[in-house]
């Protein structure tokens, strides 16, 4: 059931603001590639992702990978050279396995359609240690033939009326030459042309967008076909590159293109991370930590493009996001990393459709498997299911209401279908200014971040709840839930036996929790002191919990 209008909320004894919530965090999450889906601790950890964090959609590299067999030009046994095929077939077994277990936790695929099937490939092996083949096809009409026989096989397998709510991503950050795209700029643009009539052939009604592009920048190195590195100097050396004219990749380019053509575009799609990487004149790369703001900053331009585009109603997913682009970032693994995703997602709510965590485990071979259980990948959970510090963000996040009650530049109190409230609130502190977290190549270098300040107090009155109704608080610090620096006082062990694997299980989620009930009044009085990093969560108590 709905909050009816006529209910009255106080905040600090004032009428509560009444406006909608999108869980933007929890619309999508990410995950390496198809192939991994198949594995029985992906399938357990997404399943946790969806019944504890509330993910809706996932969505993942190589669907068309030769490691899931659909494009299939000849047959081979193991033993001597394969047989060609007379004409190709597609096989969906790999495929089907996947996308059931996605649609049997009640969640659903937001298919990127990539990368190029060997047969199909112009250059092959280009990228990742599981080396996917991201270059242009060599024959254009076999690629939307191959797109074509797929979704006709999901609308026979699970129906037009199911597949049509699942959005159509053309390719990932195809800017990145010679890395995830071999082709030019104009080569993506038509790719993504004949596959967005192909599937509108099949339905008009299916979404698809792209162009999936990486990240702002603030120079030219994207406005021709390839990427050129030689216009970078000035970022790399730039005192202050938060003052450069940070931009979005081939978002422009694209909506012209398409516009000319009359080419649909049913969402627009592109990855914010809050970093940079840039030559100088030396040829030495930078690394670049925007300001904590840069993803706010540049959804406002994004939506402002939009708008003023010939594609006004497009949707706005950004379908990769985390606090840097490095499957090697200990900042990851963070308390730092929870509280500044918490705080850029609630000030990042009214701006986008969704906004995709990458990734939601650990279970993530673009390099290989992890060195170590804490080595800094993107997941919520490491590839034990030991829960970050960040999937206790996302918990909190996902527990709060679909209305905001108030909003302030430290959290956030919404009340929830069922008429209570929930609220989240975080210290990220002042002594950072206007820094990002940044990244961090050791467990110890992320301690240069653990003395800044200072404590916070969160106060405020809630009223017109029902009284001695009991809420829950539950807190995630430094010194609760932070699983990494327990694993670094243990000698960060490489290969963890059966019982530190329970050990820092029972750490991870040693969160502190407490309990508040409101007084006769109905009145629920919230006034706690934030430990620098700390986040909170106010949620009401299930009979388990009181």
Known sequence: MSVESSTIVLVDGHPSRDSRLRHVWSECIGAGRANEALRADWQRHFSEAVHVL??????????????????????????????????????????????????????????????MPRELATQTETLFWWKAHCSPPNDMAAWVALVTATLEHWIERYGIEEVRTWPFEVWNEPNLVPHFWTGTRTEYFQLYEETA?????????????????????????????????????????????????????????????????????????????????????QGVGRHISRQRDSTRNDLVVMRQI??????????????????????????????FAATYIARAFLQSHDLADSISY?????????????????????????????????????????????????????????????????AVFFNYPDSMGARSVGSANSHAETRRLATEGPARRIAHTIGGLTPGQVYEVEVLDQEHGNVAAEWHRMGEPLNLSR????????????????????????????????????????????????
């Open 54 to 115: 509330g993910a809706r959609y996932v969505r993942f590299h190589g669907l068309f990978h030769d490691d899931m067999f659909v494009y299939r030009a000849s047959s081979g046994g193991g033993f001597g050279p394969p047989t060609p095929l007379a004409e190709p077939l597609y096989t969906f077994a790999y495929v089907d396995k996947v996308f059931d277990s996605i649609l049997d936790t009640g969640a659903r695929p937001f298919v990127e359609l990539g990368f």
């Open 197 to 281: 009539k192909a599937i509108k052939a099949i339905d008009s009604q299916l979404r698809v967008g792209g162009p999936s592009s990486s990240v702002f920048v603030p120079d030219a190195r994207y406005d021709g076909e390839y990427h050129d590195t030689s216009v970078e100097a000035a970022t790399a050396e730039a005192p202050d590159p938060e003052l450069l004219p940070w931009k979005p990749v081939w978002i422009h380019e694209f909506i012209s293109y398409c516009a000319e053509r009359d080419v649909p575009i049913d969402f627009l799609s592109t990855h914010l991370y809050p970093t940079d990487f840039a030559f100088d004149t």
């Open 306 to 335: 939009i708008a003023e585009s010939p594609y006004p109603n497009a949707e706005l997913h950004i379908t990769e996001w985390s606090t840097s682009p490095s499957s090697r970032d200990r900042m990851h693994d963070t308390v």
């Open 358 to 422: 990458w990734t939601f485990t650990d279970v993530f071979e673009e390099g290989g498997g992890g060195i170590g259980p804490f080595h800094g990948g993107f997941g919520f959970v490491n590839e034990q299911g030991i829960h970050k510090p960040t999937f206790h963000a996302m918990a909190m996040l996902n527990r709060l209401g679909d209305r905001i009650a108030l909003q302030t530049e430290h959290g956030m109190i919404t009340r929830t279908a069922e008429g209570h409230v929930a």
């Open 499 to 546: 019982q530190e694997v329970a050990e820092l299980t029972a750490i991870a989620d040693d969160l502190h929790r407490e309990t508040r009930t409101v007084d006769a009044d109905g009145v629920l009085t919230v006034d706690i002191l934030l430990a620098p990093w700390a986040v909170i969560s106010i949620f009401p108590a299930t009979p388990q919990h009181r």
